[in-house]
């Protein structure tokens, strides 16, 4: 069965500094991946998505992330962020018919 | 999202009670599904339906019932609510290829007293 791993919980990041969100999946088919956010409030919304070709990916504001298949990885990545990346951020990968997500990433940015 | 609606956006029941969460989406798209997110659990699958009439379990789907009369809608019913079954509940839709991802509702919070 498929299955996603994000292990860091909370993450802390001052305004400007880089951002690495770690993601690691498991499924043994065609790999779709994809990464939303969800701000204080609302609901998810899409980042970024992979399906094939150019492994890394660039997605809305600013953020990309790099499939890496034999690490079995998708990180999310941003070389600076803004405290209105605060949020949490999800990884999914896509299964036979549904996505299965990761347990999310919050993170904070301080101004 | 415009085009994927949920309602209620916040209910408050009683353990015992039965509860319908609605959602309604104008793309005809053909997969939708329920999920439920819980701190420390993220996002959990409930039921999820192929098309009209289709309806498959994902993964927490005791205690919930859900039907699919119609392409645009697909009601989740808690059948007796329970505790442990406060959360917040997104609906969500994609088109039958899937390339673009899910689009997700505003959410529904749920708490059961």
């Known amino acids: 069965a498929q299955s996603v791993s994000q292990h860091n919980h909370h993450v802390i990041l001052s305004e400007a500094a880089s951002l690495e969100l770690g993601c690691n999946y498991s499924?043994?088919?065609?790999?779709?991946l994809f990464w939303y956010v969800q701000y204080p409030g609302q609901h998810l919304q899409l980042l970024l998505k992979?399906?094939?070709?150019?492994?890394l990916v660039k997605g809305i504001k600013g953020f990309e992330a790099e499939f890496i298949k034999s690490k079995f990885s998708f990180n999310l990545r941003k070389p600076s962020v803004q405290w209105s990346d605060t949020a949490e951020y999800f990884c999914?990968?896509?299964?036979?018919?549904?996505?299965?997500f990761g347990t999310g990433t919050r993170l904070l940015v301080s101004p | 999202d415009a085009g994927i609606t949920q309602s209620p956006r916040y209910k408050i029941t009683e353990t015992g009670r039965q509860v319908t969460l609605m959602c309604h989406q104008t793309?005809?798209?053909?997969?939708m599904f329920w999920y439920r997110q819980d701190l420390g659990h993220g996002l959990r699958l409930i039921y999820y339906?192929?098309?009209?009439?289709?309806?498959d379990k994902g993964e927490v789907p005791d205690g919930y019932v859900v039907s699919r009369s119609k392409t645009e809608n697909f009601p989740l019913t808690l059948e007796s609510a329970t505790r442990s079954q406060t959360s917040v509940y997104f609906c969500?839709?994609?088109?039958?290829?899937?390339?673009?991802?899910?689009?997700f509702g505003s959410g529904t919070r749920l708490t059961v007293v």
């Open positions: 969500a839709s994609r088109h039958k290829t899937g390339v673009d991802g899910y689009t």
């Open positions: 499924y043994g088919g065609t790999v779709n």
């Open positions: 992979y399906f094939s070709g150019d492994p």
């Open positions: 999914a990968v896509k299964g036979f018919q549904k996505l299965v």
């Open positions: 793309w005809s798209h053909s997969y």
């Open positions: 339906s192929a098309a009209a009439d289709i309806t």
